[in-house]
């Protein structure tokens, strides 16, 4: 079947293990990709009109690399028939709701798919950084056994207050996994959940979160008002000796702030998932073997992984077929388009 008069499908970044799920779309819409490696060569093609007639758009956290912010700037030049962007990932700090919202453009994320295995990393993360396991990992592979001089007595879980700051899917799973290591939650939230959704997890103010807890986990998204919401006045706030844990987003920690919390002894560790630059890591992290480091592996699961392709590229079939996605992302909410 000839592809003329079918709307476009506009895939940016790449499909890993749902490759035959994103052809079939084949049948509904011409499937297109970029030629551009850089923003600069996104934007000429966009200009070029290359893709005119797209209706929605698939992008992954790593198309970054290729188009950049999906900015205002970027907005601008994207077809004018583009109506739907679909993002392959929770968080969607990448994009700029507001500029697509101006535009008549939907944005919709993962949600749900992704806590499980995020708040897994989450829980490991905990653990590496309260037992002080890394010294050691490192110190076995250099022949030292656990090291020299034999690292300090690590800390456990049980009967430690963990805070969660960020009570959305993957705070409220990470909450069920340390019932299970016998810690006591808190947590914070813009809103507090209904008893239900809490699960017993006792909601406290921003500060009392800071202050009364020996693990304190960032599971919130990063935005305008989450950004260094975590800063030396914040590290000063803490119990010290306390552990801090981010699975979310670098930028909601000030790297530097902690960096010194830690080499002044304020937090005994971190355990970090993200990053404020990724892939850049502020030297002090990497040169402190204190710290638990994983590169962006949240979601790094075959299972997990996969799932979200399929869900995003079902919200793009969504898109096409019936002129709506299959989720929105709060923002957009009640938003007439
Ligand atoms: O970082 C991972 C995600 O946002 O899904």
């Known amino acids: 079947m000839g592809s003329v008069g079918k709307p476009k499908a506009l895939l940016l970044g790449e499909i890993d293990h749902q490759k035959k799920t994103w052809e079939a779309l084949s049948s509904i819409a011409e499937l297109v990709a970029p030629k551009a490696t850089n923003r600069a060569e996104f934007i000429a093609e966009c200009k070029s ?18 188009t950049g912010m999906v900015d205002e700037e970027l907005v601008s030049v994207l077809p004018a ?52 396991f890394n010294v050691s990992m490192q110190a076995l592979r250099a022949g030292q056994w656990r090291g020299s001089p034999v690292p300090p007595l690590g800390h456990d879980p049980e009967g430690k207050v963990l ?4 009570m959305g899917g993957i705070g409220r799973n990470l909450k069920k996994k340390a019932d299970a ?67 979310a987003r670098g930028a909601v920690v000030d ?21 404020e630059e990724e892939p850049k890591i502020h030297p002090g992290l990497v040169a402190n073997p204190h710290v638990m480091l994983l590169p962006h592996m949240g979601t790094w ?26 989720c929105i992302v709060p923002e957009q909410e009640g938003v007439e388009f």
């Not at 009109?49 to 758009?57: K, N, Q, R």
């Not at 697509?100 to 490991?124: E, K």
């Not at 805070?163 to 960020?166: D, F, N, Q, R, V």
């Not at 790297?255 to 993200?274: C, M, N, T, Y």
């Open 181 to 247: 290591f016998g810690m006591k939650v808190i947590y914070h939230n813009r809103r507090k959940l209904s008893e239900e959704l809490a699960g017993g997890a006792e909601y406290v103010s921003f500060d009392e979160l800071l202050s009364a807890s020996d693990v304190v986990s960032l599971n919130l998204p990063l935005n305008k008002n989450t950004r260094h919401i975590i800063s030396d006045a914040e590290f000063a706030k803490m119990k010290k000796g306390a552990v801090l844990v981010n699975t």
């Open 81 to 132: 028939s583009l109506k739907f962007i679909a993002h392959n990932g929770a968080g969607y700090d990448q994009v700029d709701v507001a500029a697509c919202t101006a535009r008549g453009i939907r944005v919709a994320n993962v949600p749900a798919l992704v806590d499980d295995a995020t708040a897994d990393a989450n829980m490991f993360l905990i653990l590496g950084a309260l037992r002080g």
């Open 301 to 326: 699961t075959f299972e997990t992984q996969s799932a979200m392709e399929e869900w995003t590229i079902g919200n793009v079939r969504a898109a096409i077929e019936s002129g709506k996605m299959n």
């Open 255 to 275: 790297e530097a702030a902690l960096v010194r919390a830690l080499d002044e002894g304020r937090i005994w560790s971190a355990g970090l998932d993200v990053y």
């Open 163 to 166: 805070g969660i700051l960020g």
């Open 49 to 66: 009109g290359a893709f005119d007639g797209t209706v929605a758009a698939y992008r992954t956290f790593n198309s970054v690399a290729v």
